[in-house]
């Protein structure tokens, strides 16, 4: 077992324990399991925090930051 100064990306430190911890599924990045801070490949960061494959109702998948974004009203 080694020690690292920092996490591989798709893992997060866990404080309590001293471990690196895998990111929700679809996070490239994260800070905690429930906040992603960007998302792989074909997935879309939405407004909890998390990346899902596709963006809710009233939404349209940004593909130049992997996000999800409000529709214009009408």
Request: glycine fraction near 6%.
């Amino acid at each position: 077992s080694l020690c690292y100064s920092s996490c591989l990306a798709g893992f997060y430190p866990e404080a309590s324990n001293l471990t690196c911890v895998s990111c929700p599924l679809g996070c490239a990045t994260c800070s905690s399991l429930t906040a992603c801070l960007t998302c792989s490949s074909s997935y879309y960061l939405r407004n909890d925090s998390l990346c899902y494959s596709s963006c809710p109702s009233g939404f349209y998948p940004e593909a130049s930051n992997l996000t999800c974004v409000s529709c214009p009203l009408g």
